[in-house]
């Protein structure tokens, strides 16, 4: 999901363009415009865009760090990815296949 948020032919220019709700980049709090400066401690400079999809887009659940530049300010932030399915549950939806639905749908299926 993280991967959705950024936007760059080239990585070392990657930006927040966009955040979903709910996401990890929601809950870890990024702001649109938020310029990456490094990623897992590794300057975007030095990455590739397959490189930044796959630490982007880990096997595993594994904590992403993220060092932006926010109005002149280097700050830092913890990213924990998690599956759609989950992200949903979090916020009281859970997934048909229909699409989201809530959680109070006794079918689950959104009829």
């Known amino acids: 999901m993280i991967r959705q948020v950024l936007h760059a032919e080239n990585p070392s220019e990657a930006v927040v363009e966009s955040i979903s709700y709910p996401s990890p980049a929601f ?4 702001l649109l415009g938020d310029k990456l400066l490094r990623v897992n401690g590794s300057a975007m400079e030095s990455l ?4 930044l999809e ?3 887009r880990p096997v595993q659940a594994t904590e992403i760090v993220l060092e932006v530049s926010r109005a002149g300010k280097q700050m830092t932030f913890h990213i924990f990815p998690v599956t759609y399915q989950e992200a949903l549950a979090k916020i ?3 997934l048909s296949r229909f699409g989201p639905t809530s959680s109070h749908c006794p079918s689950g ?3």
Not at 27 to 30: F, P
Not at 48 to 51: G, L, M, N, W
């Open 27 to 30: 809950e870890g709090k990024l």
């Open 54 to 56: 796959q630490v982007l």
């Open 92 to 94: 009281g939806r859970r």
């Open 48 to 51: 590739s865009r397959d490189q």
């Open 109 to 111: 299926n959104g009829f």
